[in-house]
């Protein structure tokens, strides 16, 4: 766990050690980034160390530890903490790449507000099963925002669409994307054909579930918007800047909310428009590529090809560095690389050559908690049994008349095990008060 706070330059280098001694997490900065702590940084209070938790000032002053009580987490268990209503939770569901590996979905990031908002930014192929470890009931995760067409940023749409509504989002899945430079490069025509691909799936369900969350409502923007807003809710504002990336088309997003400022970057050549509006975000993401010798050892790219894709396609660790020195955030986080014991320190090493600020280089499962006074970053620790989360309205049943029927050939060919499945029927109209029956 590490915490960078606002409260003194001397704290937020402890922070930064701490958050680089994380196995799994982030590496420090060059001592020289203690003279550079923002100044509004080096003036805020002195009293923030009561923020920390009661447990931890206790045992902090008095060194000792209790042998029955719990000592505080220092790990993310999802449904077990309130969200302030003056907090951020930003939580990576995917930083990996388009080649799927276990340990890192592709690029998916939820972020939570402390007004009951949710926003999900991409969801890249693997993603859903991060989404569904965080146990979030799926109507507050009707809300999905793409930064382009690339699978491993919109790969698993379909997933979270009909699984979403399997399980319990009585809502459609409203859906904002850019447009392209033409119509069929474009959100719409993209999102259109993925429902029209899914007809069998959709019909199939007819009569049998809930029918209200199979259907997407797509909003798409134009790409060339500056700084232009795509959304506007609840005290929330999001908007859209141009990105550099294989075709014109891609975006990156901006969300403003009770004074923060949260940036998601998606795949990108260094731009003019993140330099500028990205500027003094209290956490900014941007892409940051697989070093080159890596793309030539490990993805066995040829070196033309490894320097073409790794600098020019996409955001090179150096260039990140670039970027997140122009722009300061509170918090830089890196993601879109393999995360690997060897691969770790050649990124690091080459962003501070151009970088020494607060620093994530982010893995599947990093949870940012972000108020005025600190950035809590942590892993989340999930349960791989996990199952639906309960709905949060009343389930509305199904309308057995809206079932497509077999054909005649099809529904001849059953077995009889109706006597089998009556047990079935008869234990469970009795403990509901049913009575139903088989087909
Ligand atoms: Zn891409
Ligand atoms: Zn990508």
Known sequence: MARIKRARPSLLIVAILALGSYVLGCTPPKPEAESQAPAEQQKAPEDSEQTAKPDQA???????????????????????????????????CGTGMPTARPKQAASCWLLELGNGDKFIFDVGTGSNERIAALQIPYNYLDKVFLSHLHTDHFGDLDALFVGGALSGRQRPLRVWGPSGATPERGTKYALDHLQKALTWDLDGRKGLTDPRGYHMEVTEFDYMGVNEIVYQENGVAIRSIPAIHALDGPVS???????????????????????????????????????????????????????????????????????????????????????????????????????????????????????KDEIRVRMAIVDEDVWPPPATDKPQLPDPNARIPYSDEIIGGKLDVSKVLQPTYDAINKQYGLHEKQD
């Open 253 to 371: 997003f901006i969300v403003e909310w009770n004074g923060f400022k949260f940036v998601f970057g998606g795949d990108t050549y260094p731009n003019k428009w993140y330099a500028k509006y990205a500027k003094d975000a209290d956490l900014a993401i941007h892409e940051c590529f697989v070093t080159v010798p890596d793309m030539i050892e490990k993805f066995k790219f040829s070196p033309q090809g490894a320097l073409s894709v790794g600098t020019q396609i996409h955001t090179a660790p150096e260039a990140f560095g670039k970027v997140m020195s122009i722009i300061k955030p509170r918090m830089a986080v890196a993601y879109h690389f393999f995360k690997d014991f060897d691969t770790t320190a050649g990124i690091n090493d080459r962003i501070r050559t151009t970088y020494d600020g607060p620093l994530s280089l982010s893995i599947d499962y990093m949870v940012w908690n972000i108020t």
């Open 58 to 92: 206790n045992s902090a002053s008095t060194g000792k530890y209790s042998p029955v009580q719990a000592r505080a987490r220092d790990f993310y268990a999802p449904n077990s903490e309130d969200l302030g209503p003056d907090e951020m939770r930003l939580i990576a």
